[in-house]
C-alpha cells in the first residue's frame, strides 16, 4: 500500500492549525505520516503542534531554531519525509476526507502520473464559503501551466524524488510553489487533475498573494526565476492576469 508522507509547515496558525491536522487525520486513505515543521512561531502553534504529536505516532514535529520561510519549511519536510509520495497542506488550508484516497486511484490508473492536484472551495478568514470553486483539467502540461497556476500547493500529490531534484525556491519574491511545478512538469511533461473540490483554501488578505498588486509582481519575477524568456514570459503574464482577474473576481462576486 503506498505511503504517503504530508507535510504541513506551520508559523502562527494556532487558530487553524487543529482543522488543518484534524482534516488530514480523518482522511480515508491512512497510510500516512504527518511532518508538521514549525518555523519559530510566536503564539501557541508549536504547543498544538506537540499535543498533536503525543496523541498520533504518525505525527512528527520539527521544531525550527530560525525563521526560514514555508519554501524552506516544505523543502525540510521533504529531506525528513519517509514515503515515496509528498502531500502539502497549508496549515490554514484543509482537505475533504477522500482526497487522498481519489489521488492515489488517479495514481494507480496513470502509474506514469508524478503529480496529481486537485479543484478547490474556497473559504475567508471569517469561515465563510465561497460558492465559487476552482475547477481544473484532467491534465496540464508545462505551456498550459504558464499562463495559469491552477496547482494550488496544498491540493498536490508528488513523488518525493520530484521534489528532491527540484526542491522549491527560497526567494520570497515569488511564488515559489508555481516556479516548482513548473520545474517539475519541465521534467515529467505533465500533472494530473481530479476535477473536484477537495481542497478547502482559506483566502488571507495577509498572505502573500493575498495582496494583488504585490502577487502581480511576484508572478513577473517566477517566470524570470523559472528561466522562462522575456517574450514568453510576457505572452503568458498578460494571458496570467486575465485570468487571475477573472478568477478573483468571480471568488469575490460569489
Avoid at 474556497?122 to 460558492?131: A, V
Wanted: glycine share 6%.
Amino acid at each position: 500500500m503506498t505511503g504517503i508522507s504530508v507535510i504541513i509547515p506551520c508559523y502562527n496558525a494556532e487558530k487553524t492549525l487543529g482543522r488543518t491536522v484534524d482534516s488530514v487525520l480523518a482522511q480515508s486513505y491512512q497510510n500516512i505520516e504527518i511532518i508538521l515543521i514549525d518555523d519559530v512561531s510566536k503564539d501557541g502553534t508549536l504547543t498544538i503542534a506537540r499535543e498533536y504529536e503525543a496523541k498520533d505516532s504518525r505525527i512528527r514535529v520539527i521544531a525550527k531554531t530560525e525563521n526560514g520561510g514555508v519554501a524552506r519549511a516544505r523543502n525540510d519536510g521533504v529531506k525528513a519525509a519517509k514515503n515515496d509520495w509528498i502531500a502539502f497542506v497549508d496549515s490554514d488550508d484543509y482537505w475533504a476526507a477522500d482526497k487522498l484516497e481519489k489521488q492515489i486511484a488517479a495514481v494507480d490508473a496513470d502509474p506514469s502520473a508524478g503529480v496529481v492536484f486537485t479543484g478547490s472551495a474556497f473559504i475567508s478568514d471569517e469561515g465563510k464559503m465561497f460558492d465559487y470553486t476552482l475547477s481544473v483539467p484532467e491534465r496540464i502540461t508545462y505551456n498550459e501551466l504558464l499562463s495559469q497556476n491552477l496547482i494550488s500547493c496544498s491540493s498536490v500529490l508528488v513523488k518525493k524524488e520530484l521534489m528532491e531534484r527540484h526542491p522549491m525556491p527560497t526567494d520570497k519574491d515569488i511564488h515559489e510553489d508555481f516556479a516548482t511545478w513548473l520545474a517539475v512538469l519541465s521534467e515529467c511533461g505533465f500533472a494530473v487533475g481530479i476535477n473536484e473540490p477537495l481542497l478547502i483554501y482559506q483566502i488571507s488578505s495577509k498572505s502573500k498573494s493575498g495582496n494583488k498588486l504585490y502577487a502581480v509582481k511576484m508572478q513577473w519575477r517566477t517566470y524570470r526565476c523559472a528561466g522562462v524568456g522575456f517574450f514568453k514570459a510576457a505572452k503568458h503574464f498578460i494571458i496570467y492576469a486575465y485570468r487571475s482577474l477573472k478568477k478573483y473576481g468571480s471568488i469575490y462576486k460569489s
